[in-house]
T-cell receptor
Framework: EAGVVQSPRYKIIEKKQPVAFWCNPISGHNTLYWYLQNLGQGPELLIRYENEEAVDDSQLPKDRFSAERLKGVDSTLKIQPAELGDSAVYLC???????????FGQGTRLTVV | GNSVTQMEGPVTLSEEAFLTINCTYTATGYPSLFWYVQYPGEGLQLLLKATKADDKGSNKGFEATYRKETTSFHLEKGSVQVSDSAVYFCALPSGGSNYKLTFGKGTLLTVNP
């Protein structure tokens, strides 16, 4: 069974440019999470989806970040415009509802220069 | 809300040495507890978990016991290998209805041959 797939693995962009990350969860998983992992820190939740509905986006900086999960499967996280402080690893995870059974993707490492 | 405090590293050991990484938690009730591992350049992988007090989770030679008396979930391994070099995160569910995972800051382990 394929795991959570994220792309790209690495991205380098100049500040003020837009960037997008894509996540394909495990088949059948209705809950999808985006986490932000700063260097030397543990991951922190940005947004959680139940099917196509964003049920918690309280930690998402909405002035520059946006996310969508069309048809309740794949998800895209976008930053526009990117700032130097956005350099981090963006992790996607999915589960069958309960976070205690969440599986993580390999992450996208973003570098903003 | 629920939180974890994890021993900060880095930790450097020689091969076959004994490993302990401390983790204590603050929680309402007795939520499941987790250890995740992140190998260089990779995403998070679930290493082990314990779902109730006095449970022992184990995997790949690693063990952790859920101790409610000391609110701890320390990770141990009797004989580490070079391949165990990674960052280890303690985690537990948090938020209303425990819908997300809250992680410790991570402990970098380096095992030298």
């Amino acid at each position: 069974e394929a795991g959570v797939v994220q792309s790209p693995r690495y991205k380098i962009i100049e500040k003020k440019q837009p960037v997008a990350f894509w996540c394909n969860p495990i088949s059948g998983h209705n809950t999808l999470y985006w986490y932000l992992q700063n260097l030397g820190q543990g991951p922190e939740l940005l947004i959680r989806y139940e099917n196509e509905e964003a049920v918690d986006d309280s930690q998402l900086p909405k002035d520059r970040f946006s996310a969508e999960r069309l048809k309740g499967v794949d998800s895209t996280l976008k930053i526009q415009p990117a700032e130097l402080g956005d350099s981090a690893v963006y992790l996607c995870a999915s589960s069958l509802g309960r976070v205690t059974e969440a599986f993580f993707g390999q992450g996208t490492r973003l570098t903003v220069v | 809300g629920n939180s974890v405090t994890q021993m900060e590293g880095p930790v450097t050991l020689s091969e076959e040495a004994f490993l302990t990484i401390n983790c204590t938690y603050t929680a309402t009730g007795y939520p499941s507890l987790f250890w995740y591992v992140q190998y260089p350049g990779e995403g998070l992988q679930l290493l082990l978990k314990a779902t109730k007090a006095d449970d022992k989770g184990s995997n790949k030679g690693f063990e952790a016991t859920y101790r409610k008396e000391t609110t701890s979930f320390h990770l141990e391994k009797g004989s580490v290998q070079v391949s165990d070099s990674a960052v280890y995160f303690c985690a537990l569910p948090s938020g209303g209805s425990n819908y997300k995972l809250t992680f410790g800051k991570g402990t970098l382990l380096t095992v030298n041959p």
